[in-house]
């Protein structure tokens, strides 16, 4: 059992063990929060990294600092109030003045707490307006930053590489489940050329990857108690993408009729109210350096991450459940199953989406 009391010294911080509990519901890392018991001092966010997926961890935090130091350098510009609030502030180890501290085992960071937040797991449309401002506005504070960010999951949205995966963990057929899904994976191979025309775009020099931050879950966006935005949060993915990223992920999670682990798909459908929110805000504030055919294709950003959440859980179900923290045995096929019904329920309203989107964009 690793002790985080003694972790949390390595960054100047000293609590009794009951003022550190877990917190939140990410699949990835393990996070809690300690409570500091004098008045001026902030509360902190203890997180122990996955470094099974986050190999370099080094290179994250890079990332991570890069961002947040820009973000807090062009809030001051606009002499934005109470900046802590707005912009996540990670400490360092003094000894090595390093963001993250690594125990011989696990990689650990610490960052500020922010109070009196609130994160909200369901949309409804007006929530989904500020987030697509407020994702939108991120992306356009990160458009100019000098440092050149890496991705610290190299491919992590790359959906040829994704489709390999899948097909790797069909030949291997680890846990010997690929009779069972053998509809499923018919259905999903038959869209796979149409889900990789972002990396085509690309190759012909006609998309763009720019910073984003890859995992635009509605609860990765903190709000203040009068419904305002204050922050983004979970950086981990940061890093160059296709700004379909953004976009088509928060599609996937906010638009979602029903959870992501639904086990009666009759209950998912797309919301298309929650597109035309985000949509109408997300090109409010990003629609001045977007390109032409990165806002034609937003539909297709929509269809492109439930896709490819589809093929990344049906991966690790027929890997048998390696990378996904799972509840019960076919978590991972319940969830594969989830996005497939979504993706047709997406591609249902494909029309809609384009009118939206050209109703919207700047002229
Ligand atoms: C993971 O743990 P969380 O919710 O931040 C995953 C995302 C997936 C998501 C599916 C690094 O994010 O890409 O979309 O689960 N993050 C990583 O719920 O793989
Ligand atoms: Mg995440």
């Known amino acids: 059992m690793t002790n985080t009391q003694e972790i949390l010294k390595q960054f100047g911080i000293e609590v009794d063990a009951d003022a550190i509990r877990p917190l939140g519901s990410g699949l990835i890392n393990d996070t809690f929060r300690v409570t500091t018991p004098c008045n001026d001092t902030p509360d902190y966010v203890l997180q122990r ?25 062009k809030l001051e510009a606009k002499g934005t109030p109470d900046i802590a609030r707005h912009c996540l502030r990670f400490l360092q180890v003094p000894s090595t003045g390093k963001t993250y501290y690594y125990d011989g085992n ?16 369901a949309v409804t449309p ?11 506005d991120f992306e356009s504070m990160l458009a100019d930053i000098p440092e050149k960010l890496e991705e610290s999951i190299p491919d ?9 995966q899948l097909e790797e963990a069909i030949a291997a057929d680890k846990a010997g489940r690929v009779a069972g899904v053998a509809d499923l994976i018919e259905q999903l191979r038959s869209r796979a050329d149409h889900a990789c025309l972002a990396e085509r775009l690309h190759r012909e020099g006609k998309l763009p990857k720019r910073i984003c931050h890859c995992d635009t879950k509605i609860n990765n966006m903190l709000f203040d108690a009068d419904g305002n935005i204050l922050c983004v949060i979970d950086l981990d993915t940061l890093m160059p993408s296709f700004v379909f990223s953004d976009f088509g992920d928060f599609m996937r999670t906010a638009a979602n009729t029903a959870a992501e682990d639904e086990p009666n798909t009759d209950l998912v459908n797309f919301n298309m109210e929650v597109f035309e929110a985000f949509t109408r805000g997300y090109l409010q504030s990003a629609g001045g350096f977007l390109t032409d055919v990165e806002i034609e294709n937003l539909p297709y950003a929509a269809e492109r991450f439930a896709y490819m959440q589809a093929i990344r859980f049906l991966a690790d179900y027929l890997n048998g459940d390696t990378y996904y923290k799972i509840q019960y045995p076919e978590h991972n096929l319940v969830r594969t199953r989830a996005q497939f019904k979504l993706l047709q329920s997406i591609d249902q309203h494909l029309d809609e989406m384009k009118a939206v989107v050209d109703k919207y964009r700047k002229k």
């Open 126 to 136: 007006e929530y989904a307006y500020y987030a697509g401002l407020g994702f939108g």
């Open 49 to 73: 990294i996955n470094h099974a997926i986050f190999t370099d961890v080094d290179c994250l935090q890079r990332n991570i600092e890069a961002a947040t130091n820009h973000i807090r350098r």
């Open 156 to 164: 992590f949205h790359n959906m040829e590489l994704r489709l390999r």
């Open 106 to 121: 696990s990689y650990w960071r610490v960052m500020e707490f922010i109070p009196d937040a609130y994160t909200y797991d």
